[in-house]
């Protein structure tokens, strides 16, 4: 099938069976392979992505779903160089530290100051749910979204 | 635990793909296909099923480019909330939060922000999963059901709509395309409560309540209970228990009982065990209508 989606900006056509999963277009097909596959089944958001937007799982949207809308990956996320002040934050914080998850919890992150762009520990705790950390714990995730959040604010 | 035993990397089935553009169009294609379609609305269901093969459809007929299936809006008969509401929009909207607030908190209570982000209202019916929370709460809120298919619109209560688990009481052709949720009586408490694995999990247990209160006592009472038995359902016998009484401790505690005995245990619980959800039903019944009821109490 003929698609087209809109990915990081760029305009892209597709000749994908229906069963491909937008989270194999991504990685397989365009190589920006920032966004990790993890559970395959919707628990760990290591897939996140914005979709027209909104955060998503890239593992549990069909590629034809996409079709005609918006995307964008981690790698869309820094402008060339230039890190964004989520990324920044990340590292800052030590929030990082075998570095699977922070794509799917700074695209989270994103999401959520772009709602709230004060938030409480609290509220950070209940929208960073669905992303799973294994290894450096949530104490410095939870700090660099509160100094992003500061960041941002300027 | 069967969870991720299997690959999960890619969806291992064949099937054609369609997007109609309009309900006319959605219902052909259900009517043609039958039991080889399977609709596509947020996926967060149907797309594990596939990929672990608990569902090989030869037809996927995506919903998503029915515009007028999203919506929610205020009717004279209550809330009209459309089977493709996602369940974020269902958690965020303003009339929700004003005039059912429980079915936000209950929306809200759904798996992650990213879940919710691609879930839809529709589908957590749908699949008519015992635990959808949902279900519960738009049963406690005695909602309306509408379906549309060959021979055009019908309608009917919720609880009509489950016919057991994973069933629910959609002819070949028709679909699902929304709620008509009505507005609950003025001064009205409700509340919503759940327990599961985790806060990420699905429910082992949920209950919603519904009440007011006249002059002290209880007036309209409604309260569901699911994941407990085949299909969410209603506890009639507590809430005769609680109409026109004083809720104090005691007549709450009689009622409970009652929630306690609705617990139909199946053969294979991987969750829970029947009495752990004997025992937890009473205690988030009880929460949820002392939650309600003090509500009620501020609204008086």
């Known amino acids: ?154 | 635990m069967t969870i991720n035993k299997v690959n999960t990397h890619i969806v291992p089935i064949e099937f054609e793909y369609h997007a109609p553009g309009s309900l006319d169009e959605a219902v052909a294609l259900l009517e043609k296909y039958g039991e080889d379609a399977k609709i596509l609305a947020g996926g967060t269901d149907l797309i594990p099923h596939m990929k672990q093969r608990k569902t090989e459809p030869k037809h996927i007929v995506n919903i998503k480019k029915i515009p007028e299936l999203a919506c929610i809006e205020e009717t004279p008969d209550g809330i009209k909330i459309g089977a493709l509401a996602k369940l974020r929009a269902v958690e965020l909207s303003p009339q929700i939060r004003e005039k059912v607030p429980m079915l936000s908190e209950a929306a809200g209570s759904i798996g992650s922000v990213q879940i919710r982000n691609l879930g839809t209202i529709g589908g957590n019916i749908c699949n008519a999963s015992p635990s959808a929370d949902m279900a519960t709460a738009l049963m406690a809120l005695e909602a309306t059901v509408h379906v549309y298919g060959k021979d055009g619109a019908k309608e009917y209560p919720i609880a009509e709509f489950f016919q057991g688990r994973s069933d629910v009481s959609l002819e070949r052709g028709e679909l699902l395309t929304g709620f008509t949720v009505p507005y609950p009586p003025e001064g009205a408490g409700s509340a919503f409560e759940k327990v599961g694995w985790t806060t990420f999990d699905i429910a082992t247990v949920n209950v919603a309540a519904v009440l007011t209160l006249k002059g002290g006592k209880i007036d309209h009472c409604s309260i569901a209970l699911g994941a407990c038995s085949p299909a969410p359902i209603k506890v009639a016998l507590a809430e005769e228990i609680l109409k026109g009484k004083e809720p104090t401790d005691e007549v709450l505690e009689e009622a409970m009982e009652f929630v306690a005995a609705c617990v139909e245990p199946r053969k294979r619980w991987r969750r829970a065990p029947p009495e752990y959800r004997r025992r937890s039903s009473q205690a988030l019944a009880m929460d949820a209508v002392g939650r309600a009821v003090e509500q009620a109490r501020r609204h008086q």
């Not at chain 1, 919890?105 to 938030?119: C, R, V």
């Open chain 1, 1 to 154: 099938m003929e698609i087209e989606i809109t990915i990081n900006g760029r305009k892209r056509r597709f000749d994908v069976e229906p069963n491909k999963l937008l989270l194999n277009l991504v990685r397989d097909e365009l190589y920006l392979t920032g966004t990790k596959y993890g559970c395959g089944i919707g628990e760990c958001g290591a897939c996140t992505v914005h979709l027209d937007g909104e955060a998503v799982l890239a593992c549990m949207v069909l590629a034809v779903d996409a079709d005609g809308r918006s995307v964008t990956t981690i790698e869309g996320v820094a402008d060339g160089d230039k890190l964004d002040p989520v990324q920044e934050a990340y590292i800052e914080e030590g929030a990082i530290q075998c570095g699977f998850c922070t794509p799917g919890f700074i695209m989270s992150t994103k999401a959520l100051l772009k709602e709230n762009s004060d938030p409480s520990e609290g509220e950070i705790r209940e929208y960073l749910k669905g992303n799973y950390c294994r290894c450096t714990g949530y104490v410095n995730i939870i700090k660099a979204v509160q100094s992003a959040a500061k960041k941002m604010q300027g």
